[in-house]
Structure formats: structure tokens, C-alpha cells
Nanobody
């Protein structure tokens, strides 16, 4: 059974930092792109950051570019999201995603999903 378990969310003041982790189990994702999405109350889930299978390519939404950094450790089957200079508009539930397809581009379909972790940024 495949599981993606996020951790590291919480409450932080604007301008602060958090580091999210997503640990995968049940299969290896060392050849699959992975990434992060988020969903704020009353809004649709949106893409935040993605990383290719070996970490050589990363991509971000314009709203987080320059503030967030995605990385992965395939030996641990884990990805991370370092979030700096947090803003109130970053408040959302953050979801980890892993593509079911190897050597592909992370999209919104055909993924495994985690249960989400809450990030709240107070202004």
C-alpha cells in the first residue's frame, strides 16, 4: 500500500520559515517526479513546486519562486519543501504528490497524494 505522509506544518509569523517533509512508503519513487500542491479555504488546489526524478530539474509557481525550495533524497524516499519569507497568503493545506509514471512531468492527474499538512502564517 502506497502512502505519502507529510509533516512539518504549523503556525508561523509572517516572514518566518518552515520546512515540510513528505515520506513515501509502499514503493520507491526514485524514478518519478514529485512535488507539492496547496489548497486554501474556498479555493481550488494549486501547484506549488515540482522536482524531477533525480532532483536535477525543479520548477515553481510564480507566487513562491525565490522563497520556496524543493529537494529530494531518493535514499530516504522523501521530498522536502523549504519555505522562507512566508506570507499570510501562503496559508493553506499543503499536499505532497508523486506521479504514478516514471520519468514524466508532474501534473495534477495520475498522482498519489498525501493527506496534507496545515500551514498557517499569521500577519
Amino acid at each position: 500500500q502506497v502512502q505519502l505522509v507529510e509533516s512539518g506544518g504549523g503556525l508561523v509569523q509572517a516572514g518566518g520559515s518552515l520546512r515540510l517533509s513528505c515520506a513515501a512508503s509502499g514503493r520507491t519513487f526514485s524514478t518519478n517526479p514529485m512535488g507539492w500542491f496547496r489548497q486554501a479555504p474556498g479555493q481550488e488546489r494549486e501547484f506549488v513546486a515540482g522536482i524531477d526524478w533525480n532532483g536535477s530539474i525543479t520548477y515553481y509557481s510564480d507566487s513562491v519562486k525565490g522563497r520556496f525550495t524543493i529537494s529530494r533524497d531518493n535514499a530516504k524516499n522523501t521530498i522536502y519543501l523549504q519555505m522562507n519569507s512566508l506570507k499570510s497568503e501562503d496559508t493553506a493545506v499543503y499536499y505532497c504528490a508523486a506521479s504514478r509514471q516514471s520519468f514524466s512531468i508532474l501534473g495534477t492527474e495520475n498522482n498519489y497524494w498525501g493527506q496534507g499538512t496545515q500551514v498557517t502564517v499569521s500577519s
